[in-house]
């Protein structure tokens, strides 16, 4: 017998899981539209306003093709593309590393930062509606989406991200989250989705 569609509207009446899905899904194309708005609106593409805002915010040892790529579950080729485009049209340039010619960084030129700013605000009506649950729904949602992303790492759908569940410090004491770099235990609402002091797990 056939498994029943996650999308089959009878199907999702009676499984609450499938209901989750599909509503995960509709919370997905918001952010397609969203950033398809944005990209139409300075002409283009979601994948390098995803870039541009990357690139305004993160380090420089994380602002390379390899963790573009990582980070978005791309492709080195589809990054490069994309940067290509976005570098032709005065918005970033790439610097040398110092140590090793064949590797290089990725900047933005000041014409990069200023359209990044204004780029980096799709999001903002997501924000506005999670805003409005309050914290502690707000750190309870939270807490769950991580352990979902954790277990899609685990699945191989997505690469591992920089997150506290994932990192080498984190550890699981009873039901609650313990942090061994700062020596504390960590609310839910302080878990991050992607951490500076993020450090893979030994072997």
């Not at 980096?120 to 805003?131: D, T, W």
């Amino acid at each position: 017998m056939a498994k029943e569609s996650t999308f089959n509207p009878e199907h999702q009446a009676t499984h609450t899981s499938s209901k989750v899905v599909a509503a995960l899904e509709r919370i997905s194309e918001a952010f397609r539209v969203m950033l398809w708005q944005e990209a139409k609106q300075y002409g283009i593409s979601p994948i390098q306003v995803q870039i541009l805002t990357y690139l305004l915010h993160y380090p420089e040892k994380l602002k390379t093709v390899t963790h573009l790529a990582a980070h978005f579950n791309m492709t080195k080729a589809t990054v490069s593309d994309a940067i290509k485009s976005i570098a032709a049209k005065g918005f970033v340039k790439r610097k040398e590393d110092s140590e090793d010619s064949r590797s290089h960084s990725l900047h933005l030129t000041r014409e990069g930062k200023a359209l990044a700013r204004k780029v980096e605000r799709f999001a903002e009506p997501m924000e506005i509606s999670v805003q409005k649950m309050g914290p502690e729904k707000q750190s309870g949602i939270l807490e769950q989406l991580l352990y979902l992303i954790q277990d899609l790492n685990g699945q191989l759908v997505i690469t591992p991200q920089r997150m506290c569940l994932n990192c080498r410090f984190y550890e699981k004491k009873g039901k609650l989250h313990y942090c061994n770099l700062v020596n504390a235990f960590l609310k839910a609402g302080d878990l991050r989705v992607d951490c500076p002091e993020f450090r893979m797990p030994a072997g």
